[in-house]
């Protein structure tokens, strides 16, 4: 691996295809080496959750900043943790390993790609990449995980007839500007496997023709984006045709996604409100919310199914976003509603590139971000379904949901991270005295008893809800004191500075730092947990807190 792509590494931040690795650990007050069989492990996890997603790098000897701490171990300890891939997980994972100089400090570079497999660590666990995280993946899943690999393969699918000169030079020279890394174009296409050889003879397969070719539609009569904006709120035939305009994009990806954006963000449009006394103009839909949908729709899709393209369409009340496709095992519509970090590849090779050129982030966060971003702008929610049983639709309506006056009480609860039926009811609260019941959450939000009391024992925990009286129904909603809040503020002030080195924080950390009892710390953590500033992963020995929020 060339120096330059090390350095890029480096300022790369973690997430679904990178993890920095430290050797050193905050033990007993002290930065001290850890136990080579102890990071062993730790590439183990690492690499396995990697597989069995989308592929990733390992950045070993690397603090979570990005500061460069080195691999200090004996050529008999480094042994144990480059055998790890192949001694700790089954089937035993075939990585790439590179080794690099720092002044005075080697860092070993593990790589995997996309793999066809389900990978099990020695301990028995599975463990899937989602986000920067790796996480558990229970084990009824795993036959639909394998189910969903084994047909994840038809963007690697070779294709026989394809030459160089069916690939753009340019796109691919722009492409390793954009993302920084060197190396002949054969090299860079290898690097994302996006290239095989047969007997010598370069064989490139179907992502590569519709990422980088001249000709994207040769291999794939579909794979562009019909977009058409209607007049009115529905689509009309014959005399009553109302298409006002239509644009069909057939490109290479790499230039189709921003393509899109151009020719859908030209009939978006801004309209004003007043408030306090000023028209504030806003947008009709949040350009995360639209840009994501398309995003997906483009990564996402199902290759296989080439007599459909990906369509777009714009009514004066909502845009429609359709993908050829089903979600991929074992995500399902169901998950994905209820807003689960779940994630899965149909197009692992496509996915990569995207994700490195920054159309995508960490994959399993997007849709729960545009359900947010729709919300926080006070629109509805967005709508997913399947329709004519094989299309992925997303729905984005543009009328608001709440007023501006709502949205800016609601920002006041932001820090607890609450989902939008509980914000509803705290709007409804706020017109009715202040409390509310479990037959209206049920009657408003539409859900169950047993979802009302699951959403509303979670209020109660983050301290915005209370019971009015012992044995009663009815909620107050209320606010943590200023003690409360100057007690949590005081704590983070305390864990910060181990978080930011760490990059997360363990239960010794927090009886460390504030000297109190293991079972005071858990107390402490868990409050943190609950109003939504840290987010807990793994358990027992392996539990850790991360991403402590502002």
């Known amino acids: 691996m060339s120096r330059i792509n090390i350095e890029r590494l480096l300022r790369q931040p973690e997430g679904q295809f990178l993890e920095r690795k430290s050797c050193y650990g905050y033990i007993e007050g002290k930065w001290k080496l850890r136990k080579a069989k102890d990071v062993a492990k730790d590439v183990a996890e690492t690499l396995s959750a990697f597989a069995n997603a989308d592929g990733g790098t390992l950045l070993l000897g690397v603090d979570d900043d990005g500061n460069v701490s080195g691999v200090d171990f004996p050529d008999d300890k480094i042994r144990i943790i480059l055998d790890a891939p192949k001694n700790l997980i089954a089937p035993p994972l075939g990585v790439k390993i590179d080794k ?117 539609l040769r291999w794939h009569p579909r794979c562009g984006i019909d977009f058409i904006k209607y007049e009115g709120t529905e689509r009309k035939t014959g005399r009553a045709l109302n298409i006002v305009k239509r644009v069909r994009l057939e490109l290479p990806l790499v230039r189709l996604i921003e393509e899109a954006y151009k020719a859908i963000s030209a009939h978006i449009k801004e309209r004003q409100y007043l408030h306090d006394l000023f028209f504030v103009e806003k947008i009709e839909y949040p350009s995360f919310a639209w840009q994501e949908a398309i995003v997906n729709a483009v990564a996402h899709r199902d290759y296989s199914i080439q007599g459909l393209s990906i369509e777009v369409w714009m009514f004066d009340d909502r845009i429609e976003i359709r993908s050829p496709g089903l979600p991929p095992e074992p995500v399902t519509l169901e998950k994905i509603l209820e807003r689960e970090r779940v994630h899965a590849s149909r197009n692992p090779l496509i996915v990569r590139i995207l994700t490195d050129l920054g159309y995508m982030r960490e ?118 004191s200023e003690k409360q809040m100057k007690d949590l503020s005081e704590e983070y002030r305390a864990l910060e500075p181990i978080l930011v080195k760490k990059g997360y924080l363990k239960n010794e950390d927090i009886r460390a730092t504030l000297h109190v009892p293991r079972y005071t710390a858990l107390r402490i953590a868990q409050r943190l947990v609950d109003l939504g500033l840290l987010i807990k992963t793994g358990t027992g020995k392996g539990m850790k807190y991360t991403k402590l929020i502002n």
């Not at 066809?116 to 993946?137: C, E, H, K, W």
């Open 100 to 216: 690099a100089a720092f002044p005075g400090k080697w860092v070993f570079i593990f790589s995997t790609h996309w793999m066809p497999d389900a990978y099990q660590l020695s301990d028995g666990r599975y463990l899937l990449r989602i986000g920067d995280s790796n996480t558990p993946f229970p084990a009824n899943q795993i036959e639909l995980l394998k189910m969903g690999k084994r047909k994840a393969i038809f963007d690697s699918r070779i294709e026989l007839t394809a030459l160089w000169n069916d690939l753009s030079a340019e796109l691919i020279s722009d492409f390793a500007k954009k993302v920084a890394i060197n190396g002949s174009h054969e090299d860079i296409l290898s690097q994302y496997r996006l290239i095989d050889y047969d007997n010598g003879n370069p064989r490139f397969n179907l992502a590569a023709l519709l990422l980088f070719g001249k000709d994207p």
């Open 363 to 480: 994959t399993g966060e997007g849709i729960p971000r545009m359900f947010e971003e729709m919300e926080k702008n006070g629109l509805y929610p967005p709508k997913i379904e399947i329709v004519a049983d094989s299309l992925f639709s997303v729905t984005l309506k543009n009328q608001p949901m709440y007023s501006l006056e709502d949205i800016e009480w609601l920002e006041q609860f932001n820090y607890l991270k609450l989902n939008p039926n509980q914000k509803r009811m705290l709007l409804f609260a706020r017109s009715h005295g202040g409390s509310f019941t479990s037959r209206n959450w049920q009657k408003i939000c539409k859900v169950d008893i047993y979802t009302a009391a699951r959403e509303i024992k979670e209020m109660m925990k983050k301290r915005v809800a209370r019971l009015l009286r012992k044995g009663g129904r009815v909620y107050k909603i209320e606010m943590p």
